[in-house]
């Protein structure tokens, strides 16, 4: 049996708990979904008030939440929040991945055809929204999604970055000029060569190009969201791991990226730092430079707007960060400042994790 557990900000029924409340206790959603075929496995990923869940081998969709703007896809019509596992319809036979921003969200299908749903108040949807689901750029093959809080990006089978919407802080690696207006679906990554992985933070952009080494951020840097960025590339800041990455998040101010290798500090972080979000108390609100979690054999990892949730390989699940809804574990609601163990390996270990902006899935 598949049991997915619930923390955190709940004002919209984004938990699939059955009702509104904020849970600080891990809580079973509902109703249960079914024990996907093989060796797929469910994934969660989360906005502001609306969450998705999804097999990555099935044809299944489901959705949780607020549809006030259309972001899970279904029809106004349809009395919300949906406090419950909703089924959702989508184009296409099998999901291969979804990412969400504050209350849109984009959908990346087996054919390689990339889908939006919900705000388009900053053209966030690259297209319009005039169907529950919309394709964006028609005719391109997409591997990755990526969303911020209104912009949003895609890459595609050529290692090129597509990005859309809002660009005030230069998000998209485009330069603002004044009060410009949203951006329609662009290339953003020419002059970079191929990229591998990207991610959105609330208003910067992350790209990993396909040595898996060298990082790209453009947008706001008020938190040191460029990292250790040694030179320039356009308006792309750009700085080198010291090893290859496997995965890249981001939150609103901070980001996380799993490297290679087995033991403790396979997970580098930089940026905002003031609520625990690079798992130790630092002076000041910032760090430019790279900082290691000190876990051990971090198997995955996923990012809310100020926390973290990272699972090992053995099945345990550690959360740290801010916690004003006690989505990062602890139920005092104080802020998380080292790694806190909230699902133990045994006797049923974790083998998913994922995150929306102030809350925390398990998948188990």
Not at 196 to 211: E, P, V, W
Request: aromatic residues 8%.
């Amino acid at each position: 049996m598949v049991l997915v557990h619930a923390l955190g900000s709940n004002s919209g029924g984004q938990l699939a708990t059955g009702d509104l409340d904020d849970v600080h206790h891990l809580a079973t959603t509902r109703p249960l979904p079914e024990s996907p075929t093989g060796c797929a496995k469910w994934r969660v990923c989360g906005g502001g008030n609306h969450t998705f869940m999804w097999t990555d081998r099935g044809p299944t969709l489901l959705g949780c939440g607020s549809n006030t703007d259309g972001e899970l896809a279904l029809s106004k019509e349809i009395a919300s929040p949906l406090l419950c596992w909703t089924p959702v319809p989508f184009p296409g036979s099998h999901i291969q991945q979804i990412a969400c921003g504050w209350s849109h969200t984009l959908l990346l299908n087996d054919q390689g055809h990339v889908y939006a749903a919900g705000s388009n108040t900053f053209g966030q949807l690259g297209a319009p929204s005039s169907a529950p689901w919309q394709r964006v750029a028609p005719g391109s093959r997409f591997v990755s999604i990526a969303c911020g809080m209104r912009h949003s990006l895609a890459l595609d089978t050529n290692g090129v970055v597509y990005g859309w919407g809002a660009n005030r802080n230069g998000q998209l690696g485009i330069e603002p000029k004044g009060k410009q207006p949203n951006i329609p679906v662009t290339p953003v990554s020419r002059g970079l060569g191929p990229i591998a992985m990207m991610a959105c933070g609330r208003t910067h952009s992350i790209l990993i190009a396909s040595d898996r080494m060298t990082v790209y951020v453009a947008g706001q840097d008020k938190y040191a969201q460029w990292g250790p960025s040694a030179w320039v590339s356009g308006t792309w800041r750009a700085f080198q791991l010291p090893r290859p990455a496997l995965k890249v998040c981001s939150g609103w101010d901070f980001a996380a990226v799993l490297l290679e290798g087995e033991g403790h500090s396979n997970v580098a972080m930089w940026g905002r730092a003031d609520q625990g979000q690079l798992a130790y108390r630092v002076d000041g609100a910032y760090r430019r430079d790279l900082d290691y979690v000190d876990l051990p054999d971090v198997s995955d990892i996923a990012c809310g707007s100020s926390h973290t949730v990272a699972l090992t390989a053995g099945g345990s699940v550690f959360m740290w960060g801010w916690n004003e809804h006690g989505n990062a574990g602890d139920p005092t609601l104080n802020n998380v400042y080292t790694p806190l163990c909230v699902h133990e390996s045994r006797p049923q270990g974790a083998v998913g994790i994922g995150c929306g902006y102030g809350n925390s899935f398990i998948v188990s």
